[in-house]
T-cell receptor, first 113, second 116 residues
């Protein structure tokens, strides 16, 4: 059974810090790895999608990497801002999964001024 | 166009009642997914449609859960004889292409279901 684990479960940092959120998965047969943001009471907003043939993707202050062999992905947030406060979830579809996503439990991020 | 729309946003029902949750995917999206999210957890897969065909329902917790997408657009998730453990947020997502491995899934805001 595929499992996705996210560390840390929660993080509180002052504004301006650079952050690394970790995601690990047990099955290396992953088609892509997607990072989402979830605000309280809201659905999920897709941030970055890394295809299995890629090693990283960048969007603004966000950079995500994927290492299939070690079963790890990281989301790097540069110069964090209070508006970045949210829960960050990683997920991937695995072989035979019809693109159904297996999610980690998320990292709850709080960035204080 | 508009994003994925779900209704109602909130639903309170008494134990034993039937409920129906609606999802309007992004126009033209072939794939549609339902997920269940318990408090403090990541979403868990329930079922998947490709157009009107339900290709995977392995995540449905019991035979009280039923989903349909009769015309390949709007989908309804129905829960019969609700129980307290059904309380959760139900999320719908759609993606553009059939295989979708390189297509992101776009999520609605969910329906928060509370069973009393």
């Amino acid at each position: 059974k595929q499992e996705v684990t996210q560390i840390p479960a929660a993080l509180s940092v002052p504004e301006g810090e650079n952050l690394v959120l970790n995601c690990s998965f047990t099955d290396s047969a992953i088609y892509n790895l997607q990072w989402f943001r979830q605000d309280p009471g809201k659905g999920l907003t897709s941030l970055l999608l890394i295809q299995s043939s890629q090693r990283e993707q960048t969007s603004g202050r966000l950079n995500a990497s994927l290492d299939k062999s070690s079963g790890r992905s990281t989301l790097y947030i540069a110069a964090s801002q209070p508006g970045d406060s949210a829960t960050y979830l990683c997920a991937g579809p695995f072989s035979g999964g019809y693109n159904k996503l297996i999610f980690g439990a998320g990292t709850r991020l709080a960035v204080h001024p | 166009g508009a994003g994925v729309s779900q209704s109602p946003r909130y639903k309170v029902a008494k134990r034993g009642q039937d409920v129906a949750l609606r999802c309007d995917p992004i126009s033209g999206h072939v794939s549609l997914f339902w997920y269940q999210q318990a408090l403090g957890q990541g979403p868990e897969f329930l079922t998947y449609f490709q157009n009107e065909a339900q290709l995977d329902k392995s995540g449905l917790p019991s035979d009280r859960f039923f989903a349909e997408r009769p015309e390949g657009s709007v989908s309804t998730l129905k829960i019969q004889r609700t129980q307290q453990e059904d309380s959760a947020v139900y999320l719908c997502a759609s993606s553009l292409e059939r295989t979708g491995y390189n297509q992101p899934q776009h999520f609605g805001d969910g329906t928060r279901l509370s069973i009393l």
